[in-house]
């Protein structure tokens, strides 16, 4: 248990980190390497590229789920994937900690004291809201309303760039079984000319491969790691709404360590009064 002067004197909160995720930069480089391997090996890498293939999957892709978003949603889905590769996020068990403290120091100085470290906050702007609601005297249940409904609303917009990561998945592939078809189609027109079957076979060929790549190696997986980093964020300003909410509500930090760790996995728990 820390020192009870140090506890009600001041607060320890850092900014949340961004750091680089290495599991993606890792599943992104072996996979897409060892398929580059496969073509190197098989002797004929330069049979893989195709130009209309890719003008066909790739910019059609783009532009059918486009058909499904706001022009604004897709002009931001560019930071969709530095957001997978570069993860900003706080341990829910540190925010825990420091969720505690707060509680302390109004439990041993009054909610008031809590302004003494509102400018610590400013880095961790959903908790600084919620510290700042207390000081302001609203009750603890608006509190949660007022947190809860502003949670609720970036997992909308999480859930909105990864629906575009899965619709451009949902896409890809049908993007490749068009350009199969107009490369048989091109194929059976021209069967008298044998110098063309085979730009033609090539079309119908790749664009079917490139479809799948895109869709299985690409946009799917980078839509499970939009969802696991929301889903972290959504745990850590669970935390920060139950410790606002609770300060608000003036109940005793003891019983806000037990409700906290309801809500935290196994292996995140706190135990910050033993």
Partial sequence: MADAGEVAGSVSIGAARTQLDLATVI???AGFGLV????VLGGAPGAFVDIPSVLIVIIGTLSITMVSYSLTEMLRAG??????MFFSGRDA???AMQVLQLAEIARKSGVLSLQN?????????FLYKGISLVV?????EEVEVIMRRDMNSTLARHQRSAGIMRRAAEVSPAMGLIGTLIGLVQMLGNLEDPSSIGPSMAVALLTTFYGAVMANMLFL??????????QEEALTNSVFLMGAASIGRQENPRRLEML???????????????
């Fill in 27 to 29: 599943g992104l480089v």
């Fill in 36 to 39: 580059a391997a496969a073509l």
């Fill in 79 to 84: 930071k969709l994937f530095m957001k997978t």
């Fill in 93 to 95: 068990s540190e925010a």
């Fill in 117 to 125: 470290v509102l400018e610590d906050l400013k880095s961790e702007q």
């Fill in 136 to 140: 302001d005297g609203t009750p603890g």
């Fill in 221 to 230: 997986p980078l839509a499970a790691k939009l969802d696991r980093n929301s």
């Fill in 260 to 274: 906290i760790n309801s809500v935290l996995p196994p292996a995140k728990r706190v135990s910050f009064f033993e």
